[in-house]
T-cell receptor, first 112, second 118 residues
């Protein structure tokens, strides 16, 4: 079982709709959770971090964390073509020798 | 936010030569930096963890004599790809953690270096 799992996609969402990206993780001791956005040919960019159960909102982005179910999600409201990218879920776990574990990413495509 | 730079952004070299890539934290000190490699349409692969003042920790399957890492200061780590071959052509990305930032576990990425070995 992979430590951080994401659906590879592509996930196609119409412009203006809500895009929902999901991620599950295996280590119950995980402490910090991150969402990165990566455009083709570019390096990842941190867009959200979340540490406690519940929702965290930042502009059009909402991160949701449920530690009991071991999943973290990212909602993008009012999706724009510029949101088309690969979204990487990342988890920092106490037992991971002090490193972040990345999922393989979900490709999101916003269609006009 | 924390800024990480990489140099060069793009390099083309002949097979058999060595290539050095620099990773710098511009506005913070980074005791730990990370080196990743990414092939087209593939996910990030962690190669090694670079620790200031000590030896790097390499991931399984990564040759330490092939990919030399030096972390000589709190703001600079270098990756040298020795005797590069075409199969080493890839996108190399470094990241760093700001231990004095709001979350010392957050990693900030450099812009990456695209290596092409002819």
């Amino acid at each position: 079982q992979k430590e951080v799992e994401q659906n590879s996609g592509p996930l196609s969402v119409p412009e203006g709709a809500i895009a929902s990206l999901n991620c599950t993780y295996s280590d119950r001791g995980s402490q910090s959770f991150f969402w990165y956005r990566q455009y083709s040919g570019k390096s990842p960019e941190l867009i959200m971090s979340i540490y406690s159960n519940g929702d965290k909102e930042d502009g059009r982005f909402t991160a949701q964390l449920n530690k009991a179910s071991q999943y973290v999600s990212l909602l993008i409201r009012d999706s724009q073509p510029s949101d088309s990218a690969t979204y990487l879920c990342a988890v920092f776990a106490a037992g991971s020798a002090s490193k972040i574990i990345f999922g393989s990413g979900t490709r999101l495509s916003i269609r006009p | 936010g924390a800024v990480v730079s990489q140099h060069p952004s793009r390099v083309i070299c002949k097979s058999g030569t060595s290539v050095k890539i620099e990773c710098r934290s511009l506005d913070f000190q980074a005791t730990t930096m990370f080196w990743y490699r990414q092939f087209p349409k593939k996910s990030l692969m962690l190669m090694a963890t670079s620790n200031e003042g000590s030896k790097a920790t390499y991931e399984q399957g990564v040759e330490k004599d092939k990919f030399l890492i030096n972390h000589a200061s709190l703001t600079l780590s270098t990756l040298t790809v020795t005797s590069a071959h075409p199969e080493d052509s890839s996108f190399y990305i470094c990241s760093a953690r700001d231990m004095s930032g709001r979350d010392p576990n957050e990693q900030f990425f450099g812009p990456g270096t695209r290596l092409t070995v002819l």
